[in-house]
């Protein structure tokens, strides 16, 4: 099967991308990822520019294939990690909960390219129109931070509304999956949840196990109330931020909140007090593997899937 124009022009053996998932996705996750030939991908999450380039060192020392950097726009440090990936010269940039018009052009005069994640046909027009190299359509299936429209419906639409490469993201952990967006017009996908159970990943087991766990109607959705939804698996805290969601607290109280949940799920486990992000999908991921197995097992899935639909339809 062929690997498309985001492989081949970013040195990719897959067209697949490690989600730059918050405090879960560090230099060893992602060095796994490019190693075993996909694109793996450093959250950033609220951290500040010295963290930053320690993780973008570190996997300079750890591999010698393609990577990326995620960068939640939201973040108050952003602007010190924006100078951080120029100084660096990191080869791939995603970035996600924000509007990164700001920063195209120092991260493309740098050599960066530039890949926005996007809710929206309206975010990937814009994002074009900046000089974005591609976009990730990011449905709401996927953990984290979500819109509101499903993986099926946005990426085609997506696809037919701008010129440059589309990777869809969200409700993908097979390769059925892979298959899907290919389907629809997509060049390549990125995966979040599936990585979180990866051999390689440092979170605490309890958040592996939770995922492993998990069944089809295990995630819900919180924080529209302050625009920034993410979805996560159901918890006593989840359920608590949803029953005073929309109670007369206040947004500082609320945000007060749930502030340093996911810290607690991806570093102490914290069952009850932890927020675990992990999209729908999680229903699926029945055991740990590394990441080259999860990366080989998805590409070879998704030849036999679609050599079977060819046979089918032809």
Known sequence: MRKGIIAEELGLKYPIFQGGMAWVADAQL???????????IIGTANADGKFVREQ????????????????????????????????????????????????????NDAGCKVIPVVPSVAFAKLAERNG??????EGTESGGHVGELTTMTLVPQ??????I??????????????AAAFAM????????????TAKECHVHQNYKDKILKANDTSTMVTGRRLGHPVRQIKNQFSREYAKIEYTDISNEELDAFASGKLRMAV????????????????GMIKEE??????????WTDAERVIEETYKWVK
Do not use: H
Request: glycine share 12%; aromatic share 6%; with cysteine.
């Open 30 to 40: 992602a060095a796994a990822v490019s190693n075993a030939g996909g694109l793996g």
């Open 56 to 107: 973008v060192q570190k996997i300079k020392t750890l591999t010698d294939r393609p990577y990326g950097v995620n960068v939640m726009l939201l973040n108050p440090n952003v602007e010190e990690i924006a100078q951080v990936l120029v100084e660096e010269k990191v080869p791939v940039v995603t970035t996600g909960a924000g509007n990164s018009t700001k920063y195209l052009k120092m991260w």
């Open 132 to 137: 974005a190299y591609a976009v990730v359509a």
């Open 158 to 163: 997506v696809v037919d509304a701008v010129s």
């Open 165 to 178: 490469p589309v990777i869809a993201a969200g409700g993908i952990a097979d390769g059925r999956g892979i």
């Open 185 to 196: 017009g997509a060049q390549g996908v990125q995966i979040g949840t599936r990585f979180v």
């Open 267 to 282: 570093f102490d486990g914290d069952e009850k007090n932890g927020c675990f992000l992990a999209g729908q999908i999680a």
């Open 289 to 298: 593997q590394s990441c080259q197995e999860i990366l080989e097992d998805l």
